[in-house]
């Protein structure tokens, strides 16, 4: 990035099976479907089979800044379960889990009201004789499906995983591929300088 320019940082509603860069040799969809933006990359990762809010910036200092677990900006999710999570289950999430490559962090969990959400095509698998359930979690780190394997290590597998928020930056009223760019004050928000940066 040249000296004295300003970071540029787009948010995303990533839709759900769009693959989270911006070519495939599979054919799938990817984020070049919907982010006509040359020299932006993708600060982090989201899976293809979630959605929701995807940061892209042109500032590579940036991206480090969202995505390095020692920076702690926290990641929010809305996370439909199968079943209803117990007492005992929240707390297990709240305290770690162990996975296989060790124990992730606390996090916090807390049970959601159904959020009002785009209908998602194909829906979420129902089942009449099996409950679901909303929680809101908020981790520090990211490991590979981390939340989904969390749900299942406690007996309640992830249906629908939607990233409502990096940090202090929402997706606010952004439908499924609607984009936006991210003003000087919000950047600043994130951790950057208002100008500079060293490119990617």
Known sequence: M???RRPRVIALNKPFRVTCQFSDDAGRATLADYVPVASVYPAGRLDR????LLLLTDDGRLQHRITDPGRKLPKTYWVQVEGEPDDAALARLRAGIALREGGT?????RRLPE?????RSPPVRYRARIPTAWLEVVLREGRNR????MTAAVGHPTLRLVRYAIGPITLEVLAPGQWRELGPAEIRRL???SRGGTGR
């Open 191 to 193: 951790g950057a300088p």
């Open 105 to 109: 962090r606390p996090a916090r969990v």
């Open 2 to 4: 040249a000296a004295g």
């Open 115 to 119: 959020p009002e959400l785009w209908p």
């Open 49 to 52: 089979d979630s959605e929701g």
């Open 146 to 149: 981390q939340i989904r394997r």
